[in-house]
C-alpha cells in the first residue's frame, strides 16, 4: 500500500466511475462487418432509450450513423434476436426494425423503405439471420398466430420487395446458418426441435434449391452442430461438439465423409443465443480465422491442410464469436482486461489492428480498473469451478481488513463470463468491494461435459458453486466471509434468490429480472426457451417444482434482498419478481423492490442503468454496514 492512500473503509471509497458514467457506456457494439476499407457495426444509444443504430465508417474515415431516431435496427426473433443487418453489394442495408418488425432496404441517399408485408397484427412476423445474394434476402421468418401458436421458416424475397416472402424450408421449430452455395444451387443451415436448446442437440442440412431435396449431415440430439459455411459448392465447415468441445470440421456436401480440422480440448464457438454470429471466417488463400480457448476466446489462423493454428499477437485478450471477413481482413468485437469492447479490424497478411469505436468514450485513470485474475477452486465433491476475481483498486484510499465482496452470478443459464473490462463491475472495486464472477458448473467455454452438469441439476449445481465461490473467498482471506453478497440476472437472479434460500453465507441478494416459480415460468414465457426447463429441471412435476424453485423455499431466506424489474420483459415476467417480493414481505424479511417502465429483458436506458446502480452500491453499503 502506499503510504499517501488514505484509509476508510470498505464500500466509501470516493471513485471518478460514477452510475452515469457506466449507465451512458454500454454502447452494446455488434456484429461488425468488413468490406475493404469500409466497416459497418451495431450500436446502442442508451441516451436515446437504448435504440439501436447502424454507424458505416466509409474508405476516407468519414463515420456516420445510417439510421436516424425513430428508426431501431433490432430483431425480436427467439426474443434475443441478433445481427439486425446485412449489406445490400452494390450499397445498402437490409435491416429488421423493433416497432414493427418488418425488413427495410436503406440505399445511400434513401429513406428506409419496406420490403416485408405488414405484419397483421403487432410484430406478427419477424425476420433474422439475413443473408444477400443474387438479389435475394434469404432469412428466417418467424410467425405469430392468432392462436398464440408460433412457428419458423427459411424465406427468401427480392431485395427490393414487391413480392410477398418464399417459404423454402419448413418443418422445424428453429432455424439458424443460413448459408448459400456459392453456385447459388443448396443452401445449408443449422435447425433444432422443441424440448432441444441448441447446445443440446441441432442437425446440419443441406436443401437443393431446384427441388427441395434435403438431406441431413451431421448432428442429432446429443450433438451441437453450429454454424455452416461452404468452402466450395462440394464443401462445407461447421462446429460440432461430438469431441466434447466445439471444434471446426469439414464435410462433403452429400455427407460421405467430415474430418476434425484441428482437434482442440478448447471451444471454437459459444452457446446460440443469438442469431447471426460466426466463430470463424474464412479467407481468400484457403486458411481459415478461428476463435478458440477456454473462457476467454482467442484470434488465430488456421492452415486447414496442416492443421496448424497460430495465434495474433494483438494487445486484445478475448474477442467475441461474431466475425466478418472480406478475404483478407476480418472484423470482430475484441475487448482486453484494461481495454472495452471494441470494434476493430485485422490485417491477416499484417496482422496489423485498426481500432475504429470502443463502448466507453473515456476511461478513467487504469489505477481505478481493477486488474482481473481467473481462478479454479473446489466445488461440492472436490468438482473445480472456474472463477474469475476483480479485487479492489483505488490509488488514493485503502481500506483496513478485508473487503467485502459480491460474488455475480452470469445470466442463460447456459452461457458465461468474460475478463472484459466493465465499468459496472469496477464502479463497485473502485469504492472497495471487490467482485468475482463465477463461471459455475453448466457455464459454456469450459467443454460439454462441463455445460452439462447443470443437466436436471438447475438450482443445485449453480447455487452449490456459488456458495463454494463465496466460502472459498472467505477461506482464501480475500473477503470478510461476513460481508459477502450475491447479485445476478435473469438465470443468475434465479440462483441468487435459489442460494439465498439454501444457505446463509450471504449478507444480501440482488436479483435482476429472476426467474421465482418454475411452472408460471413456463407458462408465460416465450416459445425459444419454453421448453429449457425441461433440460435444466426435468418436466413439469409439482413436487419437483415446489422441492427446487425458490419460490417453493422462500422460507429460507433470512438477508435482505433487492428485486429489480422491467414492467415489459417477455422473457421472466414482472410476476417473477413481484411474487417473490410479496413472499419475503409476508415472512418480514427486509426487500425492496423496484421496478421500470419500458424495460424489456437487459436493461437499455441510460437513467434506468444509473438509477439500479445506484441503488444496487446503496443496498450493499447497508448490508455491508459502512
Not at 466463430?279 to 478458440?292: K, M, Q, S
Not at 424489474?565 to 425492496?592: H, I, K, N, Y
Request: glycine share 12%.
Amino acid at each position: 500500500m502506499s503510504p499517501e492512500q488514505a484509509v476508510q473503509p470498505h464500500g466509501t471509497w470516493p471513485s471518478p466511475i460514477s452510475t452515469t458514467g457506466v449507465a451512458r457506456s454500454g454502447l452494446r457494439l455488434g456484429f461488425p462487418t468488413v468490406s475493404g476499407a469500409e466497416m459497418w457495426w451495431s450500436e446502442d444509444r442508451p441516451l436515446e432509450g437504448g435504440r439501436t443504430t447502424i454507424v458505416h465508417q466509409d474508405s476516407d474515415g468519414t463515420r456516420r450513423e445510417l439510421l436516424a431516431a425513430p428508426w431501431n435496427a433490432r430483431t425480436r426473433v427467439h426474443e434475443y434476436g441478433g445481427r439486425p443487418y446485412a449489406l445490400v453489394p452494390g450499397g445498402g442495408v437490409v435491416f429488421a426494425n423493433l416497432a414493427d418488425q418488418r425488413l427495410y432496404l436503406l440505399l445511400p441517399g434513401a429513406e428506409p423503405e419496406a420490403i416485408t408485408p405488414e405484419p397483421g397484427h403487432e410484430c406478427a412476423l419477424r425476420y433474422a439471420d439475413m443473408v444477400v445474394a443474387d438479389g435475394q434476402v434469404w432469412c428466417v421468418r418467424e410467425r405469430h398466430h392468432d392462436d398464440g401458436k408460433i412457428s419458423r421458416s427459411i424465406v427468401s424475397l427480392p431485395v427490393r420487395g414487391g413480392a410477398e416472402p418464399l417459404e423454402r424450408v419448413t418443418g422445424s421449430d428453429f432455424y439458424a446458418g443460413l448459408t448459400l452455395s456459392p453456385d447459388g444451387e443448396h443452401l445449408a443451415y443449422v435447425c433444432w426441435d422443441h424440448p432441444r436448446m441448441p447446445w443440446n442437440g441441432t442437425e446440419l442440412r443441406v436443401t437443393r434449391l431446384a427441388d427441395g431435396a434435403t438431406r441431413t449431415l451431421r448432428g442429432g440430439p446429443a450433438e451441437s452442430v453450429l454454424s455452416p459455411r461452404w468452402r466450395d459448392d462440394r464443401h462445407l465447415y461447421f462446429v460440432s461438439d461430438s469431441s466434447g468441445w466445439w471444434n471446426l470440421y469439414l464435410v462433403e456436401r452429400d455427407g460421405s465423409s467430415s474430418r476434425a480440422l484441428c482437434p482442440l480440448q478448447e471451444e471454437c464457438a459459444g452457446p446460440l443465443w443469438q442469431l447471426g454470429g460466426l466463430p470463424y471466417t474464412p479467407l481468400a488463400d484457403g486458411r481459415i480465422v478461428l476463435l478458440h480457448g477456454r473462457g476467454d476466446m482467442r484470434l488465430g489462423i488456421l492452415d486447414p491442410d496442416s492443421g496448424v493454428l497460430t495465434d495474433l499477437d494483438t494487445p486484445y485478450g478475448g474477442w467475441h464469436p461474431s466475425l466478418s471477413s472480406d478475404g483478407h481482413s476480418v472484423a470482430v468485437i475484441a475487448y482486453g482486461a484494461a481495454v472495452p469492447r471494441s470494434v476493430v479490424r485485422v490485417d491477416t497478411s499484417t496482422e496489423r489492428v485498426e481500432e475504429f469505436r470502443r463502448d466507453v468514450g473515456e476511461l478513467p485513470d487504469p489505477a481505478y480498473l481493477p486488474a482481473p485474475r481467473t481462478v479454479e477452486f473446489a466445488g461440492r465433491s472436490g468438482r473445480r469451478v472456474h472463477a474469475i476475481v476483480y479485487p479492489p483498486s483505488n490509488p488514493r484510499v485503502r481500506g483496513e481488513g478485508a473487503p467485502p465482496y459480491v460474488v455475480f452470478v452470469h445470466g442463460g443459464p447456459t452461457s458465461h463470463s468474460l475478463s472484459a473490462l466493465d465499468l459496472e463491475k469496477a464502479f463497485f472495486t473502485s469504492r472497495g468491494i471487490g467482485v468475482l464472477d463465477v463461471n459455475y458448473g453448466g457455464s459454456t467455454g469450459y467443454g460439454r461435459a462441463y455445460r452439462d452438469l447443470l443437466h436436471g441439476q438447475w438450482g443445485v449445481v449453480d447455487v452449490e458453486d456459488s456458495v463454494a465461490a463465496a466460502e472459498w473467498l472467505g477461506a482464501e482471506g480475500l473477503a470478510d466471509p461476513r460481508r459477502i453478497a450475491i447479485r445476478g440476472g435473469s438465470a443468475g437472479g434465479w440462483t441468487v434468490m435459489a442460494a439465498c434460500c439454501s444457505s446463509d453465507v450471504f449478507a444480501g441478494g440482488v436479483s435482476y429480472y429472476g426467474v421465482s416459480a418454475l411452472a408460471s415460468f413456463v407458462a408465460t414465457t416465450h416459445d425459444f426457451e419454453s421448453r429449457y426447463i425441461d433440460w435444466l429441471v426435468g418436466p413439469e412435476d409439482s413436487g419437483l417444482y415446489d422441492s427446487r424453485e425458490p419460490l417453493g423455499r422462500v422460507a429460507g431466506v433470512t438477508c435482505p434482498m433487492l428485486l429489480l424489474q422491467g414492467l415489459s420483459d417477455p422473457v421472466v415476467p414482472p410476476a417473477q419478481s413481484q411474487t417473490f417480493a410479496d413472499a419475503l414481505a409476508e415472512r418480514g424479511v427486509p426487500c425492496t423492490y423496484l421496478t421500470f417502465e419500458g424495460e424489456a429483458h437487459g436493461f437499455r436506458r441510460a437513467e434506468t442503468r444509473s438509477a439500479a446502480l445506484a441503488t444496487e452500491l446503496a443496498f450493499y453499503q447497508q448490508v455491508f454496514r459502512v
